[in-house]
Structures are given as C-alpha cells and as structure tokens.
C-alpha cells in the first residue's frame, strides 16, 4: 500500500517570475494527490520538522540563516530565492519526508510512502543552501530513520543533477548509502565515479555520471550493472528515493533522453529490490522535473508501479 503525504501549503513558496521551480509546480502536486484521494487512497498531513530534526544534517548557522529569512523575499544565490512563507515551507517538505518514514516504520512489512514536495531538497549542504533548494529533505528523512534506531539507510537519487548536499552530508558516513546517477559533466558540477566517500565512509557513495543524451537503456543498465549489486551487498533496513524527473526527455533544463515508462520502470525495480533489501520499506521524495505535463505524468505512473501490491 502506498501514502501519499502533501499539503497544499506548498504553493506558498513563491520564486520570481519565470523561475523553473515555480509554485505551478505544486498545482501539479496537488491534482495528483487529489486523484489519488479520490480514488479511495490514503494522503496524510505532513508535520513540519523541528530545529532538532534540521539540525541533524544541518548546521546551526544554516538553520539560523534559513528562519532570518521568514517574512521576507531573498535572494539566496543565482537559483535560490525565499519568499515570505518559504521558511515554513521548506521546514513542511523536510517534515513530509519525516511524517513518510515514521508511515513506513511504523506500518506493516512491505509499506511504501511517497513525499509530494517543494521546494526540493537535494542540493542543499549542511552549511548552505543551494540549486533551489533550502533544506535537503532527504537527508533529515534518513537521519531520522538512524535515531529511530536504523542501522543502515540507503538513499537513491535518480534526479538530473547530481544530489550534492546529500552526498556532502553524509560523505563520511557508512551507514548511509547514497547512490546517484546525473547527467555529466553538468551542473552543479560533483558527481565523478572517483567520488566515493571519504574515512569511515569509503565506499558508501556510488555515483554514476551520465554522458548527454543517455537513455532508459543507458540508465537502467548502470542501475544493473553497479547500483543494484550495491544495494544487494549494503542491505539496507530503508530505502529513500529522490525521485527527480528531469532526466526525462522533454524537461528544459537537462539533455538527457529518459521516458516516463523508464522512470516508472527505475521506479518499480528499486521498489521490487526493496522486498528483499529491507522488507519492502520505500520511501520516494520529489525532487526536481520541470515540465509540468511530464512531472504529473511521471509522478502518476510512478504511483502507479510503486503501489501495485509486491
């Protein structure tokens, strides 16, 4: 059984006019969600997530500079931008991730949940925010999972770009996983094969840089060849999922060549490994995707797979 949680809060977080990350983007959130309501499932609230549980990832000068902001527009860098609720927001999309583990933790063997959220999280570091992003969700979602008492956590991020805050943040880590596969070089320019972690942490970050133009064949035979034998040796007890859609095709702000039907296919493998790495316990978080016709279309088949019974 899969859960949504999202909130309509969401579009409160306004970037400037023409910005990718637009508040559109949380309409689109939002229909998806209700369809799924509508339909006889399950979308919970999220809670917002505490200075205790930001501050697990983040440092106390970042969470310090993210509340200054509150009230106020800002110009963070040259893709970061808050408006007077983003604060709040981003603490709700960090919380939704957090609502969706407790879900899946608490729920029976096989649960799955799916965090509809802006603004995404995954570049953000511990010290500052980056690449639209304010706080990196996924990362305080899989912290929370270690102080509940999880020995190992792994996280995939098949968005575009490569999750460098989540990388960062758990860099010398061993009991985090992180897998990422992006578009090469490209932007925010991390990401190289020889990035593997650093002192007890060897060997627990994987990348997999995508050349331009790469396809569902090419993605999904670097997740065969070299993620999924990981995560078979890894086990984790959670999997978490950045699940970004702008390697898709048709997203104007990449140049790789992914269709909906190979993210829904990524998707369903990660979810199919999962019943044997850690019990069936997923939890998916939205990242990046920025044509809005395909971010609906994708989130829709992704429920899909991600829900049928496993």
């Given at each position: 059984m899969l859960t949504l949680v999202s909130s309509p809060r969401f579009a409160d977080h306004l970037t400037p006019p023409g910005h990718p990350e637009s508040p559109e983007r949380a309409d689109v959130l939002a229909r998806v969600a209700a369809r799924l309501a509508a339909q006889g499932?399950?979308?919970?609230?999220?809670?917002?997530?505490?200075?205790?549980?930001?501050?697990?990832?983040?440092?106390?000068?970042?969470?310090?500079?993210?509340?200054?902001?509150?009230?106020?527009?800002v110009m963070l860098d040259e893709d970061t931008f808050t408006s007077a609720q983003s604060e709040e927001v981003a603490r709700l999309a960090a919380g939704a991730v957090?609502?969706?583990?407790?879900?899946?933790?608490?729920?029976?063997?096989g649960a799955r949940a799916l965090a509809l959220v802006r603004p995404p999280g995954h570049h953000a570091e511990s010290d500052k925010p980056m690449g639209f992003c304010l706080y990196n969700s996924v990362a305080v979602g899989a912290a929370h999972a270690r102080a509940r008492g999880l020995a190992r956590v792994a996280i995939v991020d098949y968005d575009v770009h490569h999750g460098n805050g989540t990388q960062q943040i758990f860099y010398e880590d061993p009991s985090v996983l992180f897998i990422s596969s992006h578009q090469h070089p490209f932007w925010p320019g991390s990401g190289a094969a020889d990035e593997r972690g650093r002192g007890a942490g060897l060997g627990a970050t994987l990348n997999l840089?995508?050349?331009?133009?790469?396809?569902?064949?090419?993605?999904?035979?670097?997740?065969?060849?070299?993620?999924?034998?990981?995560l078979e040796r890894f086990r984790p007890e959670l999997l978490l999922v950045s699940a970004g859609f702008d390697a898709h095709a048709r997203d104007p702000l990449a140049g790789c060549r992914m269709t909906t039907a190979g993210l829904a296919t990524l998707t369903a493998r990660l979810v199919d490994g999962a019943t044997r790495w850690c019990d069936g316990r997923v939890v998916l978080v939205t990242e990046g995707g920025y044509d809005l016709a395909t971010l609906e279309a994708c989130l829709t088949a992704v429920i899909d797979v991600a829900g049928a019974p496993r």
């Open positions: 499932g399950t979308v919970a609230e999220p809670r917002s997530a505490t200075d205790a549980d930001l501050l697990r990832v983040h440092t106390p000068a970042h969470v310090a500079a993210m509340v200054a902001t509150r009230g106020r527009a957090l609502t969706a583990v407790d879900l899946v933790l608490e729920g029976a063997l840089p995508l050349p331009l133009g790469s396809t569902d064949e090419d993605v999904l035979g670097r997740y065969e060849r070299e993620a999924f034998p990981a």
